[in-house]
T-cell receptor, first 114, second 111 residues
Framework: AQTVTQSQPEMSVQEAETVTLSCTYD???????LFWYKQPPSRQMILVIR??????QNATENRFSVNFQKAAKSFSLKISDSQLGDTAMYFC???????????FGKGITLSVRP | NAGVTQTPKFRILKIGQSMTLQCAQD?????MYWYRQDPGMGLKLIYY???????DKGEVPNGYNVSRSTTEDFPLRLELAAPSQTSVYFC??????????FGPGTRLTVT
């Protein structure tokens, strides 16, 4: 069974600064997908970024980038130039390549201070 | 496109009552999912479907039932509601089983 661990329950960052959210996972699979989802106060789950395990290059989407360390089973999210609208819960999620079930971490609450 | 829609947004049930949470998507996605999110926790998969007529259990299926008679709709049925089913319920759909699109959620309280 896969597990996803987000050990930091909450973080705070000053607007315009950079913050990194940590995630580790455990799996015996070799091919899989990793995701970061954002859940703002509206509760809507929004996909932020996705990483395929077979790709060595770290995924990037505008101000969001990941540091994927396959051997260490680590998948952190870096948010650059933090904005007030980034305030939300962020969930790390894992999906084995063989099926479509997502396993989520417990999430981290990020607050961006003005 | 409306995307994934869920009704109702909120509902209070008494213990032992039954109800159906509705989920619909207009993106012609084959894959659909039901999750529950308990306070301070991530989402847990209840049931999923890979196409019309096909459903399968997720991590926490007990107390729930689903059906998938059309591509668009994936209702979740709660029979004999219990306080442990108080949660926020999310429906999601996906074109390829990788990128999932979520609905706005239904907040259910069982008292």
């Amino acid at each position: 069974a896969q597990t996803v661990t987000q050990s930091q329950p909450e973080m705070s960052v000053q607007e315009a600064e950079t913050v990194t959210l940590s995630c580790t996972y455990d799996t015996s699979e070799n091919n899989y997908y990793l995701f970061w989802y954002k859940q703002p106060p509206s509760r809507q789950m929004i996909l932020v970024i996705r990483q395929e395990a077979y790709k060595q290059q770290n995924a990037t989407e505008n101000r969001f980038s990941v540091n994927f360390q396959k051997a260490a089973k680590s998948f952190s999210l870096k948010i650059s130039d933090s904005q007030l609208g980034d305030t939300a819960m962020y969930f790390c999620a894992f999906m084995p390549g063989a099926n479509s079930k997502l396993t989520f971490g417990k999430g981290i609450t990020l607050s961006v201070r003005p | 496109n409306a995307g994934v829609t869920q009704t109702p947004k909120f509902r209070i049930l008494k213990i032992g009552q039954s109800m159906t949470l509705q989920c619909a998507q207009d993106m012609n996605h084959n894959y659909m999912y039901w999750y529950r999110q308990d306070p301070g926790m991530g989402l847990k998969l209840i049931y999923y479907s890979v196409g019309a007529g096909i459903t399968d259990k997720g991590e926490v299926p007990n107390g729930y039932n689903v059906s998938r008679s059309t591509t668009e709709d994936f209702p979740l049925r709660l029979e004999l509601a219990a306080p442990s089913q108080t949660s926020v319920y999310f429906c999601a759909s996906s074109p390829d089983s990788y990128e999932q699109y979520f609905g706005p959620g239904t907040r259910l309280t069982v008292t």
